[in-house]
């Protein structure tokens, strides 16, 4: 397992008050609050931002742990590490780790997510094209396709598959995207609009949307990618990942 470099933060919680805020802190992944306290901890940990002790504590607990697990290591991956080889190798074991889940777990919409999002995490950092070439993109449709399925407002799902579609179409054009790979800008936008329909305050979905808006249409939409990364930068973080979502918008608009 890479080693983690700890994020320090302001947020602490105990596991009484994580519990009473479950409902708003996992508003994007759908995750249950858990029976088991270990695995409990190790989101009071994760939600400091304590991510690799999560991501140990989730490893320790089993089954139970592993969504706790793969969530610790993507914020990880996706928002602090900075090294690409590092990266990928994460984004690898967490996929390694969600297709053992779901084949254990085939009813669990996060096993499918975790399986299809650091899948799409990897082909970034190979190249969506290179990695639409290897037949990666139907296995990542396929797994977030599945997750929404068996949970239908799961924001993060939104957001990959709206993120993803859009990726395609920016690789291969809209022809190309639509027929081979069945990526549909309307849909992505779709997908997007949901996300933020049910997560309104979510820093993580204005900065996701914004992205993809430039990524389908360039400059044409600069001006409302700017006002959603202004949004987010003034988000009140949650928790410490929300944290690193604002920093991140606000890093994008000193640029």
Request: hydrophobic share 50%; aromatic share 8%.
């Amino acid at each position: 397992m890479t080693a983690h470099q700890p994020h320090a933060s302001e947020h602490r919680f105990d596991s009484n008050l994580l519990a009473t805020q479950w409902q708003r802190l996992h508003v994007l992944d759908c995750e249950s609050l858990p029976e088991d306290p270990a695995v409990l901890e190790g989101w009071v940990l994760f939600h400091a931002g304590d991510f690799e002790e999560a991501e140990l504590a989730g490893l320790a607990a089993g089954r139970a742990g592993v969504s706790l697990a793969n969530r610790a290591a993507t914020a990880y991956a996706a928002l602090v590490e900075s090294s690409e080889k590092s990266r990928l190798d994460l984004f690898q074991n967490i996929h390694a780790r969600a297709s053992a889940h779901v084949t254990d777990e085939p009813d669990n919409p996060n096993a499918w997510f975790w399986q299809g999002y650091a899948l799409w995490r990897y082909s970034q950092g190979i190249h969506v094209a290179r990695a639409l070439a290897q037949g990666l993109g139907t296995q990542i449709r396929a797994a977030l396709e599945q997750a929404l399925q068996l949970a239908p407002g799961h924001v993060y799902a939104h957001l990959a598959l709206g993120g993803f579609d859009a990726e395609v179409i920016d690789k291969v054009g809209p022809l190309v995207g639509a027929m081979t790979y069945g990526a549909r800008a309307e849909a992505a936008r779709w997908h997007f609009r949901e996300a933020l329909r049910m997560a309104p305050d979510s820093a993580a979905a204005m900065v996701a949307y914004a992205d993809a808006l430039v990524t389908l249409e360039g400059e044409a939409r600069l001006t409302e990618a700017t006002q959603l990364y202004e949004q987010a930068a003034c988000i009140t973080a949650r928790d410490a990942v929300e944290g690193l979502w604002v920093e991140l918008a606000r890093a994008g608009l000193a640029l």
